[in-house]
């Protein structure tokens, strides 16, 4: 667990602004109809977040595909399921998977994927975010998640 990390995510959380209109044409210019309509049920904080991963994978890999870009902003995609704030969140990360609801915290890739599926998103964005595909989209993603 990186401490560095998880306190930056926090503060960030905190302060974090909805999407400008520049920012949102961005998402939808990214997503198809049916990943989007997944991705504006996320918390703003999660939109954000989403975002500013988009724009760290495209520092480092600035030729990705569309199916790379969506698995950059739908990567935490689950969350959305889970109805929990900022504390909360905190709370699952420091404390583990101890009670159900702190489990699916710590579930969430797997519930996004779940939802990609249902929704019959790309399966190449899904394989991205289950690791699989061009190693060097996967490990990007990775890098720009934990940056």
């Known amino acids: 667990m990186n401490l560095y990390h998880l306190g930056k995510r926090f503060l960030t959380s905190l302060i974090a602004q909805k999407l400008n209109d520049e920012e949102q044409q961005l998402v939808r210019s990214v997503l198809l109809d049916n990943e989007l309509d997944l991705w504006i049920k996320s918390m703003k904080v999660d939109q954000r977040h989403s975002l500013v991963v988009l724009k760290r994978f495209l520092a480092i890999l600035p030729s990705a595909g569309r199916d790379a870009q969506a698995s950059a902003l739908l990567h935490d995609i689950g969350k959305s399921q889970l109805q929990m704030g900022i504390f909360s969140r905190v709370a699952a990360t420091l404390i583990g998977p101890r009670t159900q609801r702190f489990s699916q915290y710590h579930r969430h890739e ?9 929704a019959r998103c790309s399966t190449i964005t899904i394989g991205y975010l289950r690791g699989n595909g061009e190693p060097d989209v996967v490990a990007a993603l990775a890098t720009a998640d934990n940056i």
């Open 110 to 118: 797997e519930i996004g994927i779940d939802l990609l599926e249902a």
